[in-house]
């Protein structure tokens, strides 16, 4: 059995997750992590093994067969660009960036590459979601609602515009993933914030967030996003196709149809563990399932901050249909570049 050499870069709470994860399978082996803070990254290798290494550089010259990034949205860009020049098979903890320019650029290097990429959207290997396109895939979808009703994480970078992009970009994006997967791509969306932060000190992120979403299909669709709660509202995707609606969310899939309404529950920590497997099996050559390399974890990216972008600015912000990089305002505001 060939062994897996993982490098760790981040040692906060995503990447001890995925450290304890892969220290799970008997073909891997923690090489070692790096990380700003020094003692984080001494106590994850306490835990799991391996080495603490001063930075992306060290890491890389010990040879890892993998590297996973898991860093903040702020602090995206650096380290991928040091993996891909080494060519070394990258898995992305999501966000991938806190801006657009920063995915493009690393989506750019990867491809050039060709190298092998994974992104943290681990929801879409929950076996409801494959039933669910399958109850789909003779249906149009006619509307999609998406909703991530929850509480600001207890990391002082989460609250701040600047460092996490906002609950949008940062939390909602696991929602995103799915319309996009369920309905196809959105073409334009309008959101609202209401401008106001949630209460909690230095937070100048929007407390809710309300957005329409239009889909080259002809489907329209809805995304809620708050941050004002003690606790996991709610976190999911409602789909409407003719007779059937679908509720799909992390603990399984509620469907409602002419023969009534069934529920089929699902484990989020099987999918956890699923999709690093899935990468650690196409690193060895052992698998092909890797259902989110970076290319397409980037048009999630670009749906996430053209939300985050039209809450801004109040007005409609279009998504590009074939490979331009920018989003830009719709026909009526034509010529004019919205940045994300």
Partial sequence: MRTCRVGLVGAGGVAQRHARVLTGFADVELLGVTDVAPEAAGALAGTYGGRVFRDVDELLAAGPDAVYVCVPPFAH?????????AGVPMFV?????????????????????????????????????????????????????????????????????????????????????????????????????????????????DSVTAATLRFGSGAVGTLAASCVLGWKHRAGVEILADGLALWLAEDG???????????????????????DRAFVDAVCGLGDDVRVPYAEALRTHRLALAVAESARTGRPVALPTGPASRLTAPAADAGVSVDA
Avoid: F
């Fill in 253 to 275: 899939l509620t469907v409602r149809d002419a023969d009534g309404e069934r529920h089929l529950p699902a484990d989020p920590d099987s999918a956890r563990v699923a999709v």
């Fill in 93 to 205: 903890e999501k966000p991938v960036a806190l801006d657009l320019d920063t995915a493009e650029r690393v989506a750019a290097l990867v491809q050039q590459r060709g190298l092998l990429t994974g992104v943290g959207h681990h929801w879409r290997y929950l076996h409801v979601v494959e039933e669910a396109r399958r109850l789909l895939a003779d249906r149009p979808v006619r509307m999609v609602n998406g909703a991530w009703l929850d509480k600001v994480p207890p990391v002082a970078w989460w609250a701040r515009r600047d460092r996490s992009g906002g609950p949008v970009v940062e939390q909602a994006a696991h929602v995103l993933d799915l319309v996009r997967l369920l309905a196809g791509e959105a073409v334009e969306v309008t959101a609202y914030g209401d401008g106001s932060p949630p209460p909690v000190d230095g937070a100048d992120i």
């Fill in 77 to 85: 860009g650096p380290a991928e660009e040091a993996v891909v020049a």
